[in-house]
């Protein structure tokens, strides 16, 4: 492991914090730089999703949850609510739980950032953003931006997806946060790396870096970082989506809870199988929700959402289903109008078969 010279440590943080304070972005979580559960909410919010997306909902989350208090005493239903659209919905269960685990045992926010890991989903990474932020803890935070910017600076030939290779960008990047303003100086890393020296097209130029950089000293700033680990396969997936309807209510079903799109609301869905009609597909959907059909199923349009590691192409039909033979809905299904629709917690999927129905029903 390199130790860098204390001459070079300090140069580095007196630049990039120069830097930092004419150039920090104006970010809703930081002007609540001193209070942990702000952080702690951005944080979650932030993990695999960008700024420009994030802040919305952060707003409007702080707005109806601003206290930790106030989040854990809230109805799940609500929370999720409130994060819908911005995906990973796991995130919101994981942050929903400890606010209530904390609620509970009546705690404080854990203060440092080994203690941090022990709520759910809360990460390395995320425990020493929160920590040096919010309570001002000497710890580096090392993101996909902070591992870029700390590769290029010092010429980093490992692969920084390898076990070697992190711990060598971990080791140089703990090297060079300052004793005092760390939590200045890991959102200077990170804004840096997202503004200056992005992973395509870096503004070398605008680097306050530019001379201390073995990077652009050896010419290998489109080289680094390296990066040889396989991407992960992303998978095709077949489904088909049935709306069934009766006197103007629509038949959802809600998620079982820690999965994908966890405890959200959806129209009742199987996978398509090969060689297997459309109609009989939907006619399998109606027994194994304990309905009867009242016609033909219509089909009303395909479209594609993707994820991470899944690519799901949707068959939506609209199928008309007889009063008379309809069960009891069960605890985890029921019929909904359109305005009743709207205010269930819903994933960005089926707000767009929803859509595709409504137009749908407008044409005919």
């Known amino acids: 492991m390199v130790d860098i010279p204390s001459a070079q440590r300090s140069a580095v943080r007196r630049k990039l914090l120069r830097w930092y304070d004419r150039n920090k972005r104006d970010l809703p979580w930081r ?13 979650i919010m932030l ?63 854990p203060e440092t950032s080994s203690t941090l890991q022990s709520l759910p989903g809360v990460g390395v990474y995320t425990a020493a953003a929160i920590a040096s932020i919010a309570y001002g803890e000497h710890v580096a935070a090392v993101d996909g931006n902070v591992a870029r910017v700390v590769s290029r600076l010092f010429g980093v030939s490992h692969d920084i997806q390898t076990r070697v290779g992190g711990q060598i960008i971990q080791h140089l990047a703990d090297q060079l946060v300052p004793p005092s303003r760390p939590g200045d100086f890991n959102q200077a890393w990170m804004d840096l790396g997202s503004q200056v020296c992005k992973p395509a097209w870096p503004n070398c130029d ?21 990066r040889k680990a ?48 459309l109609d009989d597909l939907c006619i399998g959907l109606a027994d194994e929700y304990e309905i009867s059909l009242a016609g033909k199923p219509k089909p009303i349009g395909k479209l594609r959402h993707q994820l991470t590691h899944r690519s799901l192409s949707f068959e939506v039909l609209h199928c008309d289903v007889s009063d008379e033979s309809v069960k009891r809905d069960r605890r985890k299904l029921r019929w909904a109008t359109d305005a009743q629709f709207e205010k269930l917690s819903v994933s960005k999927a089926y707000r767009r078969i929803d859509d595709l129905y409504r137009t749908s029903s407008n044409k005919t």
């Not at 605008?206 to 390296?226: F, I, K, S």
């Not at 079903?253 to 297997?276: F, H, I, M, N, V």
Request: charged fraction near 25%; proline fraction near 5%.
């Open 230 to 277: 396989g991407k992960v396969a992303v998978i095709p997936v077949k489904l088909v989506a049935v709306v069934f309807c009766r006197n103007g209510r629509k038949l959802v079903q809600k998620r079982d809870t820690g999965g994908l799109w966890s405890g959200l609301w959806e129209y009742p869905t199987s996978e398509r199988e090969a060689g297997k009609k």
């Open 47 to 109: 993990q695999q999703t960008r700024v420009d997306t994030v802040i919305p909902y952060y707003v409007r989350f702080m707005r109806r949850f601003p206290s930790v208090v106030q989040l854990g005493e809230a109805k799940h239903s609500e929370v999720l609510k409130h994060w819908e659209g911005l995906g990973y919905y796991r995130r919101a269960l994981y942050l929903h739980r400890a606010a209530q685990s904390l609620c509970k045992e009546k705690q404080r926010i």
């Open 206 to 226: 605008q680097c306050p870096l530019l001379r201390d950089c073995d990077a652009m000293a050896t010419g290998r700033v489109g080289e680094l970082p390296v």
């Open 31 to 43: 002007r609540q730089q001193g209070d942990p559960y702000a952080q702690w909410v951005a944080e």
